[in-house]
Each structure stands twice: as C-alpha cells, then as structure tokens.
C-alpha cells in the first residue's frame, strides 16, 4: 500500500532554534495535513493544505504542500519547550469534497522532538 | 464539548481474551476510524466506517472485528487476543463535506501479555 517516509525519525534541539521537517511519498496526493501528538494523548490537527505549492501558517508554524504533491514540509520558528512531542504527516487521497470522501489518512512513521530549555 | 471519547484508557489482557473498545464522538461526524500506534511505524489503520451502516476493511485488520452501532458509536473488538496486538489504539472521526481531518480520542493502551 502507499507510504509516506518521514524525516528526520528523531530531533534534539536547543530552545529558540528553528525546526525541519519532510514527508515524501511515492503517490500523489490532494490533502497533506500535518499532527501533534502530546505524550499520553492522540494527536492533533496543526495544519491543512488543500493545493499544490499552498503555504499556510499557524503561529510560530509553517507548512507547504509540494508542487509535485508528492511531499510536505514542516518548519517550527524560535521552538519552546512545550514544542516536545511526536510530529505525524498524513496524506489524504479522497477529493476535498464531497459525499464520496471516506477521509482515510495515510500516516507517515513520525519525528520525534525534544527540546532542550 | 468532548469530542472523541474512548474507554478503557488502559487494559491488559491474557493471550487469547476478548474485549470489546469502545469508542463515542458528539460532534455529529458521518465517518469514524480505528487506528493502532506501534514504536516507529506510524498509526495505520484497521477498519473504518464511512457512514453509519457501512464498515470496511483498513491496512492491519486481521484479527479485529468492528461494529458501527449507531452514527456515534463505533467500537472495536478482539476475539482472541494475541501479543502482537499489543499497541495503542485510537478511534478518529471525520467531517463529512470538506476534509478537515481526523478528531482523535486520547487512546486505549492494550497489553497482551
């Protein structure tokens, strides 16, 4: 079935540095969104991208869905403490419209982030 | 406003129990998802249901078996447990109309043991 590698697996990072992060597939897709996952909880939506080469910003986040719509990337500005946690992407092979729309997700493997006060 | 509640948050079972995960979302959301969490693969999904009545088969779901009792309700069940589905679990719900994404429940973490 599709995959999505994720990279990197893992990040250790000094409070106040910038944060990358990619997700690549060999299936294109219509919707990449990107999800936080706190320890002990179930992950949360950060973002969604509904067009190729879209950017879209949400806070100190910043995410784009890849001209090829093959990729999505993940940048994290000036990271705090609280930013810890385990980063999924997942794409999204339905319409973004319509009854049709069963809204399976494909998840990549996730990247871990720690961040050092 | 709770969203997607799942019970138990924690269970352990013997090698070839059954249980029953229960999972409920109050946000009205035709299409609901059961996901599994494993170290370093991701979360990939076992069954989904896109509307109630209608259930089908995801990437993992050999062993587990689903019910959509109801447009809320959507719960996931293992005859005969084994060590492999030892694992956090995640129900997940979605919009119908535009995709918004998943409304995640905050997990049951089954051991077999």
């Known amino acids: 079935g599709q995959q999505l590698n994720q990279s990197p697996q893992s990040m250790f990072i000094q409070e106040g540095e910038d944060v990358s992060m990619n997700c690549t597939s060999s299936?294109?897709?219509?919707?990449w969104l990107w999800y936080k996952q706190d320890p002990g909880e179930g992950p949360v939506l950060l973002i969604a991208l509904y067009k190729a080469g879209e950017l879209t910003s949400n806070g100190r986040l910043t995410a784009q869905f890849g001209i090829t719509r093959k990729d999505s990337f993940l940048n994290i500005s000036a990271s705090i403490p609280s930013d810890v946690g385990i980063y999924f992407c997942a794409g999204h092979l339905g319409p973004p419209y319509g009854s049709g729309n069963t809204g399976k997700l494909i998840f990549g493997q996730g990247t871990t982030l720690q961040v050092k006060p | 406003n709770a969203g997607v509640t799942q019970t138990p948050k924690f269970q352990v079972l013997k090698t070839g129990q059954s249980m029953t995960l229960q999972c409920a979302q109050d946000m009205n959301h035709n299409s609901m998802y059961w996901y599994r969490q494993d170290p370093g693969m991701g979360l990939r999904l076992i069954y989904y249901?896109?509307?109630?009545?209608?259930?089908d088969k995801g990437e993992v779901p050999n062993g587990y078996n689903v019910s959509r009792l109801n447009k809320r309700e959507f719960s996931l069940r293992l005859e005969s447990a084994a060590p492999s589905q030892t694992s956090v679990y995640f129900c997940?719900?979605?919009?119908?109309?535009?995709?918004?994404?998943?409304?995640f429940g905050s997990g049951t973490r089954l051991t077999v043991v």
């Open positions: 299936s294109i897709f219509n919707t």
């Open positions: 997940a719900s979605s919009e119908a109309g535009r995709f918004y994404g998943y409304t």
């Open positions: 249901s896109a509307s109630e009545g209608t259930t």
